[in-house]
């Protein structure tokens, strides 16, 4: 009888740990223009040993062509504005993602939200996990019409230069989008590094990043304007007040680990409000 309740609890104590380890986020420009093709990706964290079934199901809103463009290891279906993604083993990877299209089919589309969930098992007990939404803007696209009157050839030539300029600011207004960068270098010292995060920002003025970091890893920040550090086992959480926009903040620290025999596995999340809303964004690595 103590053998089945120390199963039971060792059970439940790995699926709560299994639950604790995992994480799922959509990302996707915020600003797009109406019928441009754009990558939404859905990034994973998990437990290596975590290797049972799993579903990940997205919801589209209506008016868009879906195309799948990575899958991973999974079954891609798109069924009644639902993406699926299916595996009957789940990847064996710790970090992975999955990627596929999405194109406006109307002009007319102001916004769009996405968010979804995962399913997956783990000892044998279901366990689901939602994402945030992501909300994307669309900017209509303007035709450009060359002008053909009984005008001077040079004064014809400058509507179509002006209307060309227009239709220009419109696609790189919708460019001007929030991200976040890691690059890891490796220092002359054995087992060191230098991460440095690049913040790309242009309307926003404060900021949280959140880096999950690996065992084992000695960390250390350097000083940063208008920006301050905490580390707790296993996470660094950079706090960035009074940021002005249209500017590039760089933040760095090092992570120094002698017996490390790879490159540091790090992920994190650039967190801002925007509209009243919290967004989320994964900090891709170079």
């Known amino acids: 009888m103590r053998h089945l ?6 059970s439940v104590a790995t699926s709560l740990f299994a639950q604790k380890q995992i994480t799922v986020n959509i990302s996707a420009q915020e600003t797009s223009v109406n019928s441009q093709v754009f990558n939404v990706k859905c990034n994973f964290t998990k437990p290596k040993f975590m290797t049972s079934y799993a579903v990940f199901s997205v919801k589209i809103p209506g008016g868009f062509s879906v195309k799948e463009k990575y899958s991973n290891v999974a079954n891609f279906e798109y069924k009644n504005n639902i993406v699926k993604y299916t595996w009957i083993r789940f990847a064996t990877s710790e970090n992975f ?3 596929f299209e999405l194109t406006p089919l109307k002009n007319e589309i102001k916004e769009a939200e996405i968010s979804g969930s995962l399913m997956y098992l783990a000892q044998n007990k279901k366990g689901i996990i939602n994402t945030d ?36 600011e ?12 890691r690059e890891i270098k490796k220092t002359s010292n ?10 790309n920002n242009n309307s926003i003025g404060a900021f949280k990043i959140y880096e999950s970091l690996p065992q084992g890893f000695t960390f250390k920040s350097e000083k940063t304007d208008n920006c301050s550090c ?3 086992t296993g996470v660094a959480e950079f706090n960035l007040k009074n940021i002005s926009t249209q ?10 680990n002698e017996n490390a025999a790879n490159k540091p596995a790090i992920s994190g999340q650039l967190i801002y409000i925007k509209d009243n809303k919290v967004v989320r964004k994964i900090i891709m690595s170079k």
């Open 230 to 232: 905490s580390h707790k």
């Open 170 to 181: 419109i696609v790189n207004a919708s460019n001007k989008i929030i991200y976040c960068n």
């Open 247 to 256: 500017s590039v903040v760089k933040i760095k620290y090092t992570l120094l």
């Open 133 to 168: 939404t992501v909300v994307i803007n669309f900017v209509k696209t303007k035709e450009v019409k060359i002008v053909k009157k009984t005008i001077k050839k040079e004064e014809e030539k400058t509507v179509v230069v002006e209307q060309q300029k227009k239709t220009v």
């Open 5 to 10: 309740i120390l199963l039971a609890l060792i």
């Open 97 to 99: 993602n999955v990627i």
């Open 190 to 199: 054995k087992g060191e590094y230098t991460i440095t995060l690049t913040l």
